[in-house]
Every structure is written in structure tokens, then in C-alpha cells.
């Protein structure tokens, strides 16, 4: 079973420039999350979908990005205008349906091999 | 609120020595912990995690780690260390069913010859 991908695996760009990245999850998988993780720093939360919904987005740092998930497959995450401080690491992950409440409902989550962004 | 503080953003051991990569975490509910290993050029894979049950838990590799409640600890360890496990390590922790995970900074683990 394939894992979960992520396109592109780099990308350069010019502060101002748009790009977007592409996050595959594993089939099947209703969750799907984005993380970041900027040079040298921890690894932080930007949103989760639940099949096409966000269910959480308090990690969005600002409406510069903007995240879809049309049809509850892929997702992806878009940066306009990107600026410098966009650089790192972006990790996507997903895992099976599951209920918000309860110790039992403890879904494990898949991470891709992340997309690094650099804005020159 | 969560969160996780990795001590050691570097940490170089010999080969055959003992592993020891820190973790200390805060959280207002009984965690999930999880420890997560990324090799170059690869994803975050999970090498453990602690739900409930016992509180030393084994993974893969030879790895595994102990959740301390009184001294909110989730210490990873490995008795002796190979080459192949060169990589960086991030600590996690995680609330109930789907909730998004909260990662310490990460340690970068180097192993001598």
C-alpha cells in the first residue's frame, strides 16, 4: 500500500511568487494534516481536514495560505504571496476516521516525506 | 494546552554506547506520547508510542521509552547504538482520537565509530 506523498519534494521561489504543494494520503484516510516546520525550529500544526472539511485551521499563520481538499482526497496548500519567513519544511499526514472523544479512538498518523520550500 | 521541550538539540554518542535522547512534555490531560524518527530524504516514521497500559513501551529498532507521570518525562532509549541510527528524533504529544500532535525541536542523533 503506497504511503503518504507529497509534490513537490522542493521548490524555489522568489519572495511574491505563488506556490502550491500537493499532499497524496493514504487511501482510505479521512484525516489529513499539515505541518511546518521552519529551519532548526519544531515541527508545528496548520490545519486538519476531516474527508473534504476543515476541522481545525488554528495553526494558519496568516490568509496568505490557503488550503483545500475538494473531494476528500488530495489536499493542497497554497502560499500567495509567499515571503521569506515561508521557508521550511511542509509535512503532510493522514490517518483513518476516528472520534474526537475518548482514549480508545487513538488514530496513528502517516506522515509524507515533506516538501521544502525556500523564498529567496 | 501542550507542549514538549527536547533537551539537546545535538546529541553524539559512540557506536555501541547508550542512546539517550530526552523528553519532557506538559499537557492538561493524560497524553498520548509518541516519539518519531526522520532519516534524510524520508518522512516522520513512528518508532513509538505510549497510550495507556504499560508505562515502558518498546519500538522498533531496538528502541523504547518510558513515560514517567511524576516527572512528566518520555525519555527515549537504545542500549547500544548502531551507525544506521544517525538521524534526527522529535518527541510528540497528542490528545484524544484525531486531535493534531504537538512536536518538541527535534535532536539530531550522531554516532561516532
Known amino acids: 500500500e503506497a504511503g503518504v506523498t507529497q509534490f513537490p519534494s522542493h521548490s524555489v521561489i522568489e519572495k511574491g511568487q505563488t506556490v502550491t504543494l500537493r499532499c497524496d494520503p493514504i487511501?482510505?484516510?479521512?484525516?489529513l494534516y499539515w505541518y511546518r516546520r521552519v529551519m532548526g525550529k519544531e515541527i508545528k500544526f496548520l490545519l486538519h481536514f476531516v474527508k473534504e472539511s476543515k476541522q481545525d485551521e488554528s495553526g494558519m499563520p496568516n490568509n496568505r495560505f490557503l488550503a483545500e481538499r475538494t473531494g476528500g482526497t488530495y489536499s493542497t496548500l497554497k502560499v500567495q504571496p509567499a515571503e521569506l519567513e515561508d521557508s521550511g519544511v511542509y509535512f503532510c499526514?493522514?490517518?483513518?476516521?476516528?472520534?474526537?472523544?475518548?482514549?480508545?479512538?487513538?488514530?496513528?498518523?502517516?506522515f509524507g516525506p515533506g516538501t521544502r520550500l525556500t523564498v529567496l | 494546552a501542550q507542549s514538549v521541550t527536547q533537551l539537546g538539540s545535538h546529541v553524539s554518542v559512540s557506536e555501541g554506547a547508550l542512546v539517550l535522547l530526552r523528553c519532557n512534555y506538559s499537557?492538561?490531560?493524560?497524553?498520548?506520547l509518541f516519539w518519531y524518527v526522520q532519516y534524510p530524504n524520508q518522512g516522520l516514521q513512528l518508532l513509538l508510542k505510549y497510550t495507556t497500559g504499560a508505562t515502558l513501551v518498546k519500538g522498533i529498532n531496538g528502541f523504547e521509552a518510558e513515560f514517567k507521570k511524576s516527572e512528566t518525562s518520555f525519555h527515549l532509549t537504545k542500549p547500544s547504538a548502531h551507525m544506521s541510527d544517525a538521524a534526527e528524533y522529535f518527541c510528540?504529544?497528542?490528545?484524544?482520537?484525531?486531535?493534531?500532535?504537538?512536536f518538541g525541536s527535534g535532536t539530531r542523533l550522531q554516532v561516532q565509530p
Open positions: 499537557s492538561s490531560v493524560p497524553p498520548y
Open positions: 510528540a504529544v497528542g490528545g484524544t482520537g484525531r486531535r493534531a500532535l504537538t
Open positions: 499526514a493522514s490517518s483513518q476516521g476516528g472520534g474526537l472523544a475518548g482514549r480508545s479512538s487513538y488514530n496513528e498518523q502517516f
Open positions: 487511501s482510505g484516510h479521512d484525516n
